[in-house]
Antibody, heavy 122, light 107 residues
Framework: EVQLLESGGGLEQPGGSLRLSCVVSGFTFKSHAMSWVRQAPGKGLEWVSGISGSGGSTYHADSVQGRFSISRDNSKNTLYLQMNSLTVEDTALYYC???????????????WGRGTLVTVSS | DIQMTQSPSSLSASVGDRVTITCRASQGISNYLAWFQQKPGKAPKSLIYGASNLESGVPPNFSGSGSGTEFTLTISSLQPEDFATYYCQQYNSYPPTFGGGTKVDIK
């Protein structure tokens, strides 16, 4: 079964750090670029970060640039998002999403996980 | 960044109704437009890509149209399982951006 399963969310204080993971199954992971997309409570969807299939190319939204870092381990079929210097504005449900192509730049996501909730609060 | 504006933000409809949702881009995006369906607690599901191409397994009562800056998602006959929130997304240029969503609920 084709599946994306996120984990690692939780409650963190402002200024803290969290590392999200997304384990995939059912497809050739390295053949797809991947992204993280988030949804704040009651809000719409916001693209956060993307990484190419090889891991050699990454992009981050301006809102997280310098604080978040996306990476992947193709041997473990796992996508990561390291989130540092968290702020209350980072509170959201974080989804991992599969791009239809290996290289970055397409930005069409054909498969999504259910998400992991990150709450930043003191 | 390209702004995507959906309308309406919510609508109430009955089973069997024809439903149309509009998505407007702040600048031309050719046909690089996707539609997603989201239900509470579930993963977003891709419905349409390239403005009018149905993803595999999506029932034919869904259709998409448009090009440039104006797009529509049409559900020809609303089914019980179609009550959800729908989002459009442009992937013409970086960064990818989404509309604010349209919640379709039961009248």
């Amino acid at each position: 079964e084709v599946q994306l399963l996120e984990s690692g969310g939780g409650l963190e204080q402002p200024g803290g750090s969290l590392r999200l993971s997304c384990v995939v199954s059912g497809f050739t992971f390295k053949s797809h670029a991947m992204s993280w997309v988030r949804q704040a409570p009651g809000k719409g969807l916001e693209w956060v970060s993307g990484i190419s299939g090889s891991g050699g190319s990454t992009y981050h939204a301006d809102s997280v640039q310098g604080r978040f870092s996306i990476s992947r381990d193709n041997s473990k079929n796992t996508l990561y998002l390291q989130m540092n210097s968290l702020t209350v504005e980072d509170t959201a449900l974080y989804y991992c999403a599969r791009d239809v192509r290996e290289i970055l730049g397409n930005w069409y996501f054909d498969l999504w996980g259910r998400g992991t909730l990150v709450t930043v609060s003191s | 960044d390209i702004q995507m504006t959906q309308s309406p933000s919510s609508l109430s409809a009955s089973v069997g109704d024809r439903v149309t949702i509009t998505c407007r881009a702040s600048q031309g995006i050719s046909n690089y437009l996707a539609w997603f369906q989201q239900k509470p607690g579930k993963a977003p599901k891709s419905l349409i890509y390239g403005a009018s191409n149905l993803e595999s397994g999506v029932p034919p009562n869904f259709s998409g149209s448009g090009s440039g800056t104006e797009f529509t998602l049409t559900i020809s006959s609303l089914q019980p399982e179609d009550f959800a929130t729908y989002y459009c997304q442009q992937y013409n240029s970086y960064p990818p951006t989404f509309g604010g969503g349209t919640k379709v609920d039961i009248k």
